[in-house]
């Protein structure tokens, strides 16, 4: 069985790719592939990083999935992925008693001695979550449903598993937990700021010494392993724009894995106008506050202090607290929604067409991207097109070439844009064969990243907090501004 989001569109040779495995291998019961979304996640739309930093699930698919498979380990992830029936209904069908019901299902057939595979070769393509609130929500579901497993068939316990099996699912659950130690992560500087509570017993000097080589080592490992698919200190906004919302989930969840329930993650939705998310931005608007008077509590230690001991160690507080303040302004430019009002996202794609023009004359020219609902074609010899003209435009799928019935919206120097018109089904299918289901379509956009360097990632970072302190300094301006505004006359209308 093919098992696809309802979001996602699988290429033709989708098939191709995964099922030779299962002829190979009689014990294979899973083949994923990954998932690739053609739209920017809240993160990349509204830090506007999208297409220039890896997003969190190029990690997971360019490099974890890829490990979790040489230990036959790699587990099915709910879309992209075939499963063979007689394993499935030997554990009782999917999953339903977690809330990650495909991680889970996985598990049960690696404990009944099946074996999955995993090929790094995107053939499928879906949408990314619209806002940010909707991303939370589904790492809320992830995080939970992790912790629900890890209580009700921990794979440390059981039988089945081999012990690297063990270790990659134990890996994976236990990540969903960085919620509280990233909290406590965010706020442990102030104890001393605040009251001269040593977080750490030693001295600032002591701990530079021991801590400072072994972060430089697992950050430059982390540059040579991980360089194409996560850039440094990415990762850390990431972590800590989700960190409230899922410490609560997985806490409860180890205690009552009972709790909680299977929520659709909401997908294709607009964003009308760009707004501040106030709801979403509160905890890390307070711990901003809180990191601030930390600061503010420093200064006035360092001008009243004694011991040259303890203002080394006001110091080392005080960086600690500014990095906090650096990730806390990242995240809250992520709670910044920027505007999206396109019903269909654009994908670039480079092949040849033809515009047929009303009068007969056919002009050669390469597509610039498409969607469902249009394409931006470049002509080869540019020559004026009149906007709102009834055009066809000639794509090709297996070496035959059909119009489909479209209008042009504008002609800027040779680059057309288009809108599709009404179809019938035979041309709607077409449309996607010629796009959407081409074998090559996403080979040439996923996993092309430069490898990461230090530098640009703590400039890119520090760029983005400055966005968000600069947003909100925006929204709190306007915030005063409506609070000044006259209250309108009874009965006036608005």
Known sequence: MAIFDCDHIPTRSFLQVSMGWFLRDGKLAVVQMPHYFFSADPFERNLGTHGKVPNEGELFYGLLQDGNDQWDATFFCGSCAVIKRKPLEEVGGVAVETVTEDAHTALKLHRRGYRSAYIAIPQAAGLATESLSGHVAQRIRWARGMAQIARLDNPLAGRGLRLSQRLCYANAMLHFFYGLPRIIYLTAPLAFLFFGAHVIHASALMILAYALPHILQANLTNLRTQGRFRHLLWNEVYETALAWYIFRPTLVAL????????????????????????????????????????????????????????????????????????????????????????????????????LFLPDGSALACRTLNFSTGGMALKLQQPQPVEPGAAVQVGLSYRGVERPLPAEVRHDRDGQISIQFTAMTVAQERWLVAATFARADIWLSQWGQHERDSFWRSALQVLGASMRGFQRLGGHIVDSVKQGFRPARPVGEES
């Open 255 to 354: 205690f009552n894995p009972k709790l909680g329930k299977f929520n659709v993650t909401p997908k294709g939705g607009l964003v009308a106008q760009s707004y501040f998310d106030r709801q979403i931005a509160k905890p890390y608007l307070f711990l901003l506050v809180l990191n601030v008077a930390g600061i503010a509590a420093g200064l006035l230690r360092l001008l009243f202090v004694d011991d040259t001991g303890e203002l080394h160690t006001i110091w080392f507080n005080l960086g600690w607290t500014v990095y906090n303040m650096l990730l806390l302004g990242a995240t809250i430019a992520t709670a910044s929604e920027t505007r999206q009002v396109r019903r269909s996202h654009r994908v670039p794609l480079d092949v040849p067409a033809t």
